[in-house]
């Protein structure tokens, strides 16, 4: 058994930041009730991961893992995952890319940048293109869809890791949706959703640095600090952009064709559970 660090969701996984369970957190609508620990975990890209870290991950019995960045990222990264070599551990590498290559040109790249450097309400609007661009008809990867469909099975689905660059934006994204659909409070997905200022802490001037080289904040420092933080506002807004433009996170879900209303059911009673201490 593998243990979260003290009171926190974290789990130390030597080479690899940001590693933690989504589960544990209460659904106010059912008095008693919790998201499954134990199912769905979230990280920074696993590449650097130590044979230490190995034994850790596959202790937690996770069978899948969700890589949602685009080929091209990896062909530039040109990383060995030795986490995913044919015989190396018993788990599946699924590439989900959230972005289509026409979605990762240059000129997309920078807009991108623009919109999310602004504020938190930028990065509302960013997060909603994500989202929009995730769910792309013409996006065969369908990203989110198959995650989201995973935990839809009649049996207990499989615990899963998901995961992009530094595991933060496109991955906070769908762990976003999957704890607002089990009820947890907007307020309260916020919350997961900072925690990767801590798991990334030590990998912030890094990813500051990175973004100085690039024209869009070579003249504005206090905008790349902005980009690598996860503050609560900017999910508080994606969340509430999401129930301006659909009414609500399930009917977001439903209308992008992510699940169905039953698959939604379904996720929901795989995911919650009775609270325990």
Known sequence: MVES????????????????????????????????????????????????GLDKIQRLGIAISYDLRSERELARANQDFKLFRDGYTGIKKILAPVFRDEDYSPEAIALRFKTYRASPEGFAEGYFAVLTAGAHPENGARPYATILEHLTTDTAPQPILIHCQV???????????????????????????????????????QLVANLLLKAEFREDPESARLMVLTRRDNMLLFLKKIKKEHGSVKQCVINLNLLTEEGIEQLRTNMIVDITN
Do not use: M, W
């Not at 009820?183 to 990334?200: N, Q, T």
């Open 167 to 205: 595991g933060k934006d496109r991955t906070g994204i769908i762990c976003a949706l999957i704890l607002s659909l089990c009820g947890v409070e907007d307020d309260v997905v916020a919350d997961e959703y900072s925690l990767s200022d801590i798991g990334l802490a030590s990998l912030h001037e």
């Open 5 to 52: 660090d003290t009171d926190t969701p974290f789990i130390s996984i030597p080479g690899v930041l940001n590693f933690r369970d989504i589960g544990g957190y209460p659904i106010p609508s059912r008095p008693g009730k919790q998201v499954r620990r134990g199912l769905v975990y979230r990280s920074a890209e696993p590449s650097e991961v130590t044979d230490a």
